[in-house]
Nanobody, 127 residues
Framework: QVQLVESGGGSVQAGGSLRLSCVAS????????MGWFRQAPGKEREGVAT???????TYADSVKGRFTISKDNGLNTLDLQMNRLKPEDTATYYC?????????????????????WGQGTQVTVSS
């Protein structure tokens, strides 16, 4: 059974940094596609950054150059380093897993394709 637990959220002023971490269990972490998604109040969940099985990454245009996704196969963790945060980055951030291998551009940032996610961690950026 896939289990994902996020941590690292908090409140920060604009321009600050946070590092989110997701601990995964219950599946072959090293080969499965995973990513970070976020949902702001009143908005649909959107993709932030994903990591494919071959190590390739995909970022939303709004976070390119500011956020970095990475994983540690030994610790079964997926991290999201967020720098130069903006008020519009305020949202609940979710770690999601495809639950299988993926290649190429699919599913990328398509939230509906990922069947597993954690409880989320809140990020609040004040101006």
């Amino acid at each position: 059974q896939v289990q994902l637990v996020e941590s690292g959220g908090g409140s920060v002023q604009a321009g600050g940094s946070l590092r989110l971490s997701c601990v995964a269990s219950g599946y072959t972490f090293s080969t499965y596609c995973m990513g970070w998604f976020r949902q702001a109040p009143g908005k649909e969940r959107e993709g932030v950054a994903t990591l494919a099985s071959d190590g390739s990454t995909t970022y939303a245009d709004s976070v390119k150059g500011r956020f970095t996704i990475s994983k540690d196969n030994g610790l079964n963790t997926l991290d999201l380093q967020m720098n130069r945060l903006k008020p519009e980055d305020t949202a609940t951030y979710y770690c999601e897993s495809l639950g299988r291998y993926c290649s190429g551009a699919y599913p990328g940032l398509l939230h509906d394709a990922y069947p597993y996610w954690g409880q989320g961690t809140q990020v609040t950026v004040s101006s």
